[in-house]
């Protein structure tokens, strides 16, 4: 069965340190991969994506996320996590042919960020 | 600017009065689906739709009606409301080869009392 799995509920950093947020899918073929982030009371917006080529890709607000197939993982790191970053992170997959199938989503992975 | 409307964005009704969400998308997306995301639950596929006229059941349909008359819209109504539908709403539409992902709305509240 398609999965996503986000291991951590919930994670808080320090302002200025470094961030990774883990994900591991499961999924039948290489799916195309997304990151996505909900500050509180929005909708969610697209972080980055991958779906094929170098395997380390680049988003927006400083984000990045790195593909390794041998493991089925796509984690998201940012360097120097800032306040406004505090947000739930979704990690999510969808099919590269897509008819007929449907986008999963992980459970999410709420970040707080201390001063 | 490309954007997924969703309307409205909060609602407070009673148990059994029928209500519609609405959701209009302006990027010729051929797919649409409409989410529901509870406190440790995550998102949930309600229905989604592939195009005009072409509607299937996601994970959690029951008590949820939609309709695809026109690509740019997917209206999402329920028609006897219960307080376990009190749940924030999200509509989302794509192309139908998913490389681009999700354009998300901004979310409807909604609370049944």
Redesign the interface.
């Known amino acids: 069965a398609q999965s996503v799995t986000q291991p951590d509920i919930h994670i808080t950093v320090s302002e200025g340190a470094s961030l990774e947020l883990r994900c591991n899918y499961s999924y039948g073929a290489t799916p195309?991969l997304?990151w996505?982030v909900q500050s509180p009371?929005?909708?969610?917006?697209?972080l980055l994506?991958y779906?094929s080529g170098d395997t380390l890709v680049q988003g927006i607000k400083g984000f990045e996320a790195e593909f390794k197939r041998s493991q089925s993982s796509f984690n998201l790191r940012k360097p120097s996590v800032h306040w406004s970053d505090a947000a739930e992170y979704?990690c999510?997959v969808?099919?590269?042919?897509?008819?007929?199938q449907?986008?999963v989503?992980?459970?999410?992975t709420r970040l707080s960020v201390l001063p | 600017e490309a954007q997924?409307t969703q309307n409205p964005r909060y609602l407070i009704t009673v148990t059994g009065k029928k209500l519609t969400v609405t959701c209009s998308q302006n990027m010729n997306h051929e797919?649409m689906?409409w989410y529901r995301q509870d406190p440790g639950?995550?998102?949930r596929?309600i229905y989604?739709s592939?195009n005009v006229e072409v509607t299937d059941k996601?994970d959690v349909p029951e008590g949820y009606k939609v309709s695809r008359k026109e690509k740019r819209n997917f209206p999402l109504i329920l028609e006897s409301p219960s307080p376990n539908q009190t749940s924030l709403y999200?509509c989302?539409s794509s192309?139908?080869?998913?490389?681009?992902?999700?354009?998300?709305?901004?979310?409807t509240r909604l609370t049944v009392v």
């Open positions: 195309y997304f996505y009371g929005q909708g969610l917006q697209l994506k779906f979704f999510a969808g099919p590269r042919d897509n008819y007929g449907n986008f989503f992980g459970p999410g | 997924v797919y689906s639950l995550g998102l596929q989604y592939m996601g999200f989302a192309y139908v080869r998913g490389r681009d992902g999700y354009t998300f709305g901004s979310g």
